[in-house]
Every structure is written in structure tokens, then in C-alpha cells.
């Protein structure tokens, strides 16, 4: 039985590490070889929250599913701190398990998301 989206969440979330908006500012503040990464539609990106400034855009099924000569450049590093963000966080939890399952032994996601970065004060693009 395939597992549901709420249940494939809470397994990424058990396996992967999350950081909260100001650990992840401290990251960007302090390696700038941090790359931050937004796995939503592009169009969803501009309708809520927008975007953490420097994150590239790169669709979860890209992550997930896609060929791993499709990643960006910026990933062709195992050990780069890589950071995730959705809006709320649970896409961002699934993005950051798919890299983790792909061999990158950095990953996070950030706690909350987007939303959870600009209640922190941050702002997006």
C-alpha cells in the first residue's frame, strides 16, 4: 500500500535534521557555499510566501524522480550544506529525504518553511 502524504512527511521528517529560520540565516550569513533550495512550483512561489533570497527553484519531482544530471550545477557537491523550504515545511522535509536518499550527507530543511522565515523577521523574494 503506498504511503500517504502526511505518512512520507513524518518518515522524512524522522530522517532528516531541521534547522529553524535562524540557524538558517546564520548558514547564509556564514557559508556563503550554502545552497538553499525551494521545491515548489514556480507559480506557487509568487502567490504565498515567495522566495528565500539566493534559493534556486528546483520542483520536488526534479529532486525526487528526475536524473541527476538535470540537478543544478550547485549540487554537484555531496558534502555542500544544502537547506530546504516550502512554504509550511513539509514539502521542504520531502525534499531535503530526497536528497538525502540521493547521497548528500548536508541536508535540512527549515522548520516552518517560508512562512516560518518571515515571521522571523527574514524577507523573501
Known sequence: MEK?????VAEAKAEVSSVSPQEANEHKENN???VFIDPRDAADIHTTTGIIPGAL????TD???GPESD????LSS???TIITACQGGPM???AAHALKQRGYNNVYFI???TQAWLDAGYATS
Do not use: I, K
Open 92 to 94: 521542504g522535509a520531502l
Open 78 to 80: 555531496r558534502t555542500r
Open 32 to 34: 556563503p557555499h550554502t
Open 111 to 113: 522548520d516552518g518553511g
Open 57 to 60: 527553484n528546483v520542483p520536488l
Open 71 to 74: 540537478l543544478p550545477q550547485e
Open 63 to 65: 529532486l525526487s524522480e
Open 4 to 8: 500517504s502524504f502526511s505518512e512520507r
